[in-house]
């Protein structure tokens, strides 16, 4: 990917370079966010011609394309304008189209070089196109006027009949231009709006899936059944709990995600079911507790983001302990944020430890879920265990979500 | 001759328990001691001698295979483990036996029986199995995680959340697309740590991680310029670290 990145790079124009450490300039900001407006999100050259929000003048391919309509057009314009000045003034045919042609290339002209020049400086001018236009008009009545003279048209006539034309057509067109362009910024802008979205839902489908596939694993499966399968000669009552919590622990983990948002009791019943088929293979080893104030667990709650931050700090951070040590997982509501935090008093991280999967997918979840705005991070903590605390905004972008604190 | 005698190493009390029951039952006149991490095995096996030791493969605090590391030779090893496919394959060429988890005492039968006839010869070198097995590990260990102070929070920063590492005089500062943070650790040692593939020195004072970047652009004096995909920053490429780029 890296090679079609830098193909795609030195095909552009050079750029100006900026010092590390230094912020770019303000110019050079606009840019990069109209090239790549939704880079963070996917390969950079699908979203290369697509405007951000300062508008299609910024954007290089639509320009391109304008210029390469713009040369046919005009030429037929000049054409038809010549055409019916013949028909209007009865002027010479063949000197009024060279006129026409020589007064509007020179503006087309013009305006390109001057949309290029303000553009390779990074600055917008309302005044580009006007310009372009009086100073095309000048260019292109002082090349063709000296033909024009000779063969006997009188001077006033000329510039005037010139100023009314350019005034009338170069408007015009000029306006064309500029909508079809605006249209064409709007179209790229909705297009990479839409695949923005699209590619939103498939991370999110994406991760859910790998999600389920590391949740179920067999040898999570086959240790639970054997500790089954032990407890129930020894232990009928004990075996039965087992067997009932693995059927709501997998039962849960396949609903969920199936389903959308659910609520945070529910997810939290996930956890405990977890726990409880862990402590009874760790024996005394595991510990654990959950803390959720009641008004907390009707909370639409996103599924799977709890759950797969206390395997992980079961199982990397209080199973390879021999005294194996607690798990708690807390619930609150700080600043407005629903605040939820898994800490474990075990090993800690190895900071060669590559990072999980599962980790990547819960960060991944959160921030899609909540627009960019929520957080996962982790914490040492003095024990030398951990603290994984997941920070989500007061409103998750589902729209069934009540506020925290109140039922719907 | 003395009653043999069998280590059980597993952290699950409850599979321990099983083990043991089933074990009575196969073979009454079995001695049974039990462990349950790995280094309290390791303890138990020289204080008391076993003739067989049943190992679980994962434990805390050492590993079965780690365990076995240390006793093979002296003891005859089963190794209990509810491992896929290709790990048992393994054991069945160097010839040690296994048990799959969960246990069938069908299978623990006939195990048993295969240790019996072998306590009267010398246990199985195991040494080759375990060097293999034990070779799987990647061989080099990069940094993974930094640990960053953020207002009055420790926090731990994976690595690959991180964009660029600058230099700045004898620390270092750490972007992320959600923020800034200054570690001690000079520039110069965490190239050595980090992963190359995975993390590249592009200037005097500056690594990017590879996959942060979105494009790389020529300056106007026909400088290499790295720019991000987060936040947009540009990093210049200097002409020592240039011919990376180039190859592509």
């Known amino acids: ?408 | 001759m003395r009653a043999p005698t069998a280590l059980l190493a597993d952290d699950e009390p409850q599979l321990r328990a099983y083990l043991r029951g089933a074990l009575f039952r196969l073979w009454p006149e079995l001695q049974v001691i039990e462990a349950g991490d790995g280094p309290s095995a390791v303890e138990l096996f020289e204080t008391h001698r076993p003739d067989v030791a049943f190992l679980d493969v994962q434990m805390p605090g050492m590993t079965g295979l780690e365990v076995a590391r240390h006793i093979a030779g002296r003891c005859h090893i089963v190794f209990v483990t509810a491992f896929e496919k290709y790990a048992v394959k393994a054991f069945e060429h160097a010839a040690a036996d296994y048990v799959l988890k969960p246990v069938e005492e069908e299978r623990l039968a006939a195990t048993v029986d295969r240790l019996r006839t072998r306590l009267l010869g010398p246990p199985t070198d195991l040494g080759a199995l375990l060097a293999a097995l034990t070779h799987q590990r990647p061989e080099k260990e990069h940094l993974e995680w930094l640990q960053v102070q953020s207002g009055k929070d420790l926090l731990l920063l994976a690595v690959d959340e991180v964009d660029l590492f600058q230099a700045s005089e004898k620390y270092t500062v750490v972007s992320s697309g959600e923020g800034e943070w200054v570690i001690r650790t000079p520039l110069q040692e965490l190239e050595e740590q980090l992963d190359p593939a995975r993390f590249w020195r592009v200037h005097r004072n500056a690594i990017v991680r590879v996959g942060a970047v979105a494009r790389v652009n020529r300056g106007a004096s026909g400088q290499l310029v790295v720019q991000l995909r987060r936040g947009g920053r540009t990093v210049p490429v200097s002409r020592a670290y240039a011919s990376r780029f180039k190859q592509m």
């Open chain 1, 1 to 408: 990917m890296i090679e079609g990145v830098y193909r795609a790079a030195i095909r552009r124009r050079p750029r100006r370079s900026v010092a590390p450490g230094r912020r770019p300039s303000r110019g050079v900001r606009s840019e990069l966010a109209a090239c790549g407006g939704a880079a963070d999100h996917g390969p950079v050259r699908l979203l290369e011609g697509s405007p951000g929000p300062s508008g299609w003048r910024d954007d290089p391919a639509i320009k391109r394309r304008l210029f390469l309509i713009g040369i046919p057009v005009t030429l037929a314009a000049n054409t038809a304008i010549a055409a019916f000045l013949v028909i209007l003034l009865r002027v010479p045919f063949l000197q009024t189209l060279l006129h026409s042609q020589l007064v509007g290339c020179s503006i087309l002209f013009l305006n390109f070089l001057g949309h290029y020049l303000t553009h390779r400086r990074r600055i917008q001018h309302w005044w580009v196109s006007p310009a372009a236009l009086i100073l095309g008009a000048v260019v292109g009545v002082s090349l063709a006027g000296p033909a024009l003279l000779r063969s006997g048209v009188r001077l006033l006539d000329e510039l005037l009949v010139t100023g009314a034309v350019v005034v009338v057509f170069g408007t015009a067109m000029t306006y064309y231009f500029h909508s079809r362009g605006a249209l064409a910024g709007e179209r790229a802008r909705a297009q990479a709006e839409r695949l923005k979205h699209e590619q939103a839902a498939r991370q999110l489908a994406e991760a859910e899936l790998k999600l389920l596939q590391a949740q179920i694993e067999p040898h999570f499966l086959f240790n639970t059944l054997s500790n089954v399968l032990q407890l129930v000669d020894a232990d009928p009552a004990a075996a039965k709990r087992m067997l009932h919590n693995l059927t709501g622990y997998l039962r849960a983990s396949l609903r969920r995600t199936r389903a959308g948002p659910v609520t945070l009791g529910e997810e939290l019943d996930l956890v405990r079911a977890y726990l409880e088929i862990q402590a009874v293979r760790m024996g005394r080893r595991l510990s654990w507790r959950i803390d959720c104030p009641d008004e907390l667990r009707g909370l639409s709650f996103p599924p799977l983001l709890v759950q797969p931050l206390v395997e992980n700090a079961v199982r990397h951070g209080l199973d390879p302990q021999p005294k194996g040590g607690e798990v708690a997982v807390a619930a609150a509501v700080r600043d407005g944020k629903l605040v939820l935090e898994v800490k474990d008093d075990g090993k800690g991280l190895d900071p060669h430890q590559p990072a999980g999967i599962g980790l990547a997918n819960v960060r991944e979840r959160v921030q899609a879920i909540s627009g960019g705005r929520g957080t996962l991070t982790l914490h040492p903590l003095e024990t030398g265990g951990l603290c994984a605390r997941i920070v989500l905004p007061p409103e998750p972008a589902t729209p069934a979500a009540p506020a925290p604190g109140g039922q719907p």
